[in-house]
């Protein structure tokens, strides 16, 4: 586990939010998935359940016709044929009817009939139904009067003579509530089984997942620094699985992020205490220095000054080096100056002029002037031509003439100022993040931090700075700056 000084605290105790109870199963995602289920089912059931019903009901009288047509086939060969007392009894009894007639070439025929005390309050012609007439007069009889009666016929399969029963609702009725009751129970236990076995599927498929997800998100952002809490994905293929890949690559790079941030918060703590400690050594320097100037001694007044102007530099850097970070970067204070004499400074400072392995070169022309902020381009120029010298320093070729040069130009309203070296090239690896804090050194003592300064110094001029070109045979650094000193000189004239 990382030590960390940034706390992340996405603790539900620190950040406000209501800490998350784990979700009941009815109000959980199961519960609905099952609630819902059931309630489709049901509609489905229902959907169906209507017309059966008329259907039911159609066949009821369709067999009932029929059982009356088996009774009268003799009664049809023979006019004056006439069933007894009991036989009549019989008929009425097995068709469930009060009245049962054969109708041919226009004349009706009674059969068998009983007293008829309600009303006829319905005439169904089985062979002309349609399916949404039979539903609407089936939903009808089930709530009918249970003494109504209604007439219901239909042609004779044995001949072309029509049969016709009177009947009373209530038998009818009966049995379609039986039927209606039957399937309504069959539906429920369909329904059930459906509801279950879609609730298991989806269970298994989206929720359990989902909740592995999200227990781990839950204890990952409790402890966003342990490694061992990345999500493993399970390796599925659809969408689910997209999304763990994409969750674990989320948590890697967060991981990342905050070692960084981390590592700026020590590299910012470390600074901040060499800092203090280097002011206080540097004011006595500072002190000494001073009196330096007073001795008569021709080398010591020639070097006194630039001592103390050197010492001076290092007390600002400290003042306003606080901690790495563009917040507290100063924007650029700029002024017109003499590029040359910075390059110069600079040189001196590296104590460029008296190596004897490498050939320094201040190529910059003696009036050359730039609008900027003459401490900031002293660091990045600092910072470039440090990098330089540690290039060559390292490098171990042979016969190489060991050249570091500062060029500039005015061109197009810019400034360009290429610091070239015949150093190894830049690592192909830290191109991409050379100006990244951190992701650049591959020095053992180098944080990475010099090229990331250097860009931000330039950017807050407004300019910019690119590898011009890197190879085995040296590389040069192009700093481009807008060239303030023509607009300058422009308005004013
Ligand atoms: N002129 C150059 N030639 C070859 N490599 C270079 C050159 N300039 C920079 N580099 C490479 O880029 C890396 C990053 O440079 P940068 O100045 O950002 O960090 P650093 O020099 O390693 O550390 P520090 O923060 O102390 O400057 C260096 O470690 C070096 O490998
Ligand atoms: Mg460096």
Redesign the pocket.
């Known amino acids: 586990m990382l030590e960390t000084g940034i706390t992340i605290t996405n603790n539900d105790k620190h950040n406000g939010r209501k800490p998350q109870r784990p979700a009941s199963l009815l109000r959980g995602l199961s519960g609905k998935l099952l609630f819902l289920t059931l309630i489709f089912v049901m509609i489905a059931e229902v959907l169906i359940f209507v017309p059966s019903i008329a259907n039911f009901r159609n066949v009821w009288l369709q067999n009932h016709l029929e059982t009356a047509e088996a009774a009268s086939i003799v009664y049809l060969d023979t006019p004056d044929f006439m069933l007894s007392e009991g036989a009549r009894g019989n008929l009425l009894r097995a068709t469930q009817s009060v009245a049962v007639a054969v109708r041919q070439g226009g004349t009706s025929r009674l059969m068998a009939s009983n007293d008829m005390p309600g009303s006829v309050v319905a005439h169904i012609d089985l062979d002309n139904v349609s399916a949404l007439g039979s539903i609407s007069s089936a939903m009808t009889m089930l709530f009918a009067d249970n003494h109504d009666h209604y007439r219901v016929f239909g042609k004779m399969r044995s001949s072309d003579a029509i049969m016709e029963l009177v009947q009373e609702m209530q038998p009818i009725k009966r049995a379609m509530w039986v039927y209606a009751r039957n399937v309504m129970v069959l539906s429920i236990i369909i329904s059930v089984i459906t509801a279950g076995l879609v609730f298991l599927a989806l269970y298994w498929l989206i929720v359990r997942p989902i909740i592995r997800i999200s227990k781990n998100m839950d204890s990952f952002s409790k402890s966003p620094e342990n490694a061992a809490l990345i999500y493993q994905p399970t390796g599925r293929r659809d969408e689910l699985g997209i999304a763990e890949e994409r969750l674990a690559a989320f948590q890697g790079d967060l991981q990342n992020t905050l070692r960084q941030k981390q590592h700026l918060a020590d590299l910012g703590l470390a600074v901040s205490k060499i800092n203090h400690d280097l002011r206080n050594i540097l004011a006595s320097a500072q002190l000494f220095s001073d009196r330096l100037t007073s001795l008569p001694d021709p080398t010591v007044q020639r070097f006194a000054p630039k001592l103390i102007r050197t010492i001076d530099r290092a007390v600002e850097y400290t003042k306003s080096v606080i901690t790495y970070g563009k917040a507290m970067e100063a924007p650029p204070s700029r002024r017109k100056l003499l590029l040359r004499s910075v390059v110069s400074d600079v040189a001196e400072l590296l104590g460029l002029e008296s190596m004897s392995n490498v050939h320094w070169e201040n190529a910059v022309a003696d009036g050359f002037e730039a609008d900027a902020d003459p401490e900031q381009l002293f660091r990045v120029l600092m ?2 031509c ?3 010298l ?2 060559m320093a390292d490098c171990e070729i042979p016969g190489r003439e060991l050249r570091l040069r500062v060029t500039a130009e005015h061109h197009d309203g810019q400034i360009k100022i290429r610091v070239s ?1 015949t ?5 192909d690896h ?1 191109r991409e993040t ?1 100006f990244q804090a951190f992701q ?4 053992p ?8 300064i250097a860009a931000e110094l330039v950017r807050a001029h407004g300019g910019t700075i690119s590898i011009e070109n ?1 190879s085995p045979e040296g ?1 040069t ?1 192009l700093l481009v700056l807008p060239d303030l000193t023509i607009m300058i000189g422009e308005e004013t004239q």
């Open positions: 910072n470039l440090r990098n330089s540690q290039a070296d150093g190894p090239g830049i690592p830290i050379l650049g050194s591959t020095k003592g180098g944080t990475g931090l010099g090229m990331t890197t590389t650094l």
